[in-house]
């Protein structure tokens, strides 16, 4: 059975799902917020990231030092 790879387009939570046949495929729905909205990307396995769906934020580097001071 093939696994495919959606991506929510609500909550952009990534996900695979089995899918058994062409009408299961169309009523794929996101397990985080059940949102229909959902993509199927190309499951590529060599662009498996570990597990997990970590991303780093854009700016998230930009003048953040607010960590260090007061203790
Ligand atoms: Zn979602």
Request: proline share 4%; glycine share 6%.
């Given at each position: 059975?093939?696994?495919?790879e959606?991506?929510c387009?609500d909550?952009k939570a990534?996900?695979?799902?089995?899918?058994?046949?062409?009408?299961?495929a169309t009523?794929?729905?996101?397990?985080?917020?059940?949102?229909?909205?959902v993509?199927?990307t190309?499951?590529?396995?060599?662009?498996r990231?570990?597990?997990?769906s970590?991303?780093?934020?854009?700016?998230?580097?930009s003048?953040c030092?607010t960590?260090?001071?007061?203790?």
């Amino acid at each position: 059975m093939p696994i495919y790879e959606y991506r929510c387009q609500d909550c952009k939570a990534l996900f695979e799902t089995i899918v058994t046949s062409a009408e299961a495929a169309t009523e794929v729905v996101c397990p985080k917020c059940s949102s229909s909205m959902v993509k199927k990307t190309i499951s590529a396995s060599s662009f498996r990231i570990s597990s997990g769906s970590n991303s780093i934020p854009s700016g998230a580097l930009s003048g953040c030092s607010t960590q260090s001071g007061f203790s």
